[in-house]
């Protein structure tokens, strides 16, 4: 279990890109992410990186994971930098 409560607070947006239409996914992914430290009602379905800004969570599914990752900057350009901040076994 990873604990990602502490990129709650400075997370406005948490978005979940799950790359796929399987509804059942979408929701197993859901709950492996509420197991973590990430409410549900905060996650919203979105594929939009360029919405996201500094500090707001970007997950998306890489078989059979899910990868957590922290934009650390935003540049003007709309170019979105992001680091990865956990691997959750699906």
């Given at each position: 279990m990873v604990d990602l409560s502490s990129?709650?607070?400075?997370?406005?947006?948490?978005?979940?890109?799950?790359?796929t239409s399987d509804?059942?996914?979408?929701d197993s992914a859901k709950e492996r992410l509420a197991e973590n430290g990430i409410p549900q009602d905060r996650?919203?379905?979105?594929?939009?990186m360029q919405a996201l800004g500094?500090?707001?969570?970007y997950i998306?599914?890489?078989?059979?994971?899910?990868?957590?990752?922290?934009?650390?900057?935003?540049k003007p350009s709309?170019?979105?930098k992001m680091k990865s901040a956990a691997l959750i076994r699906l």
């Open positions: 990129y709650l607070a400075s997370a406005s947006k948490i978005f979940l890109a799950p790359n509804q059942e996914l979408v996650i919203e379905i979105n594929y939009d500094t500090g707001d969570l998306s599914y890489d078989p059979p994971d899910l990868v957590v990752r922290v934009v650390y900057d935003k709309g170019l979105v």
